[in-house]
């Protein structure tokens, strides 16, 4: 079945730097690469998506690249603000099947 | 519509207890999945529906745990004579199915607690 790793566990960054946490997964059929974020208490919210058929994908502040043929893919946040401190969650997924496998999350803290 | 809903939000029962617990999705969704997280881990998969049928069920899944979606709606779980390393959160998702993905609505969980 699928794997899929994430890093780093944990990361702390000063306001406006950026962050990037990458993950990797291990099924060549995988396409589909969603990535969310989870604050206390609440279910992971999507935050963005990105398909196989593109490399990059960017909304506002936030980007995805995928490399598949490394098998790789991460998530760039630039100029970070306090409420960006989050877990974040990569996934990913065949689009013919149902389930998405999940890394283990990254707890980002953005120190004001 | 206010998103995928979860009933109760906890729970805490005495192990041996069964406990059934609610899914409510996105009324527009076709696809609805339970999904097992504990402390420090990603999301792991349960099964999912697709309308009111059980198109996938985790290996991991005992035979103590069972889930249902009758006529497509909403979704119950079940997990039966509860053992304490039931304990989690138990969260569901709703999505469109498509043939390039779409990505999942959770809800904000069951936190369960076998004591």
């Known amino acids: 079945g699928e794997n899929v790793e994430q890093h780093p566990s944990t990361l702390s960054v000063q306001e406006g730097d950026s962050a990037v946490i990458k993950c990797t997964y291990s099924?060549?059929?995988?396409?589909?690469f969603p990535w969310y974020k989870q604050e206390l208490g609440k279910g992971p919210q999507l935050i963005i998506d990105?398909?196989?058929?593109?490399g990059e994908k960017k909304d506002q502040r936030i980007a995805v690249t995928l490399n598949k043929t490394a098998k790789h893919f991460s998530l760039h946040i630039t100029e970070t603000q306090p409420e960006d401190s989050a877990v974040y969650f990569c996934?990913?997924?065949?689009?013919?099947?149902?389930?998405?496998?999940f890394g283990d999350g990254t707890t980002l803290t953005v120190k004001p | 519509d206010t998103g995928v809903s979860q009933d109760p939000r906890h729970k805490i029962t005495k192990r041996g207890q069964n406990v059934t617990f609610r899914c409510d999705p996105i009324?527009?969704?076709?696809?609805l999945y339970w999904y097992r997280q504990t402390l420090g881990q990603g999301p792991e998969f349960l099964t999912y529906?697709?309308?009111?049928?059980?198109?996938?069920k985790s290996r991991l899944l005992s035979d103590r745990f069972s889930a249902e979606r009758p006529k497509g709606s909403f979704s119950t779980l079940e997990i039966q004579r509860t053992e304490q390393g039931d304990s989690a959160m138990y969260l569901c998702?709703?999505?469109?199915?498509?043939?390039?993905?779409?990505?999942?609505?959770f809800g904000s969980g069951t936190r369960l607690t076998v004591v």
């Open positions: 529906f697709q309308n009111e049928a059980q198109l996938e």
């Open positions: 009324s527009e969704h076709n696809r």
């Open positions: 996934a990913a997924s065949r689009t013919n099947a149902g389930k998405s496998t």
């Open positions: 099924d060549s059929a995988s396409n589909y």
């Open positions: 990105i398909r196989s058929n593109v």
């Open positions: 998702a709703s999505s469109l199915s498509a043939s390039m993905g779409y990505g999942y609505t």
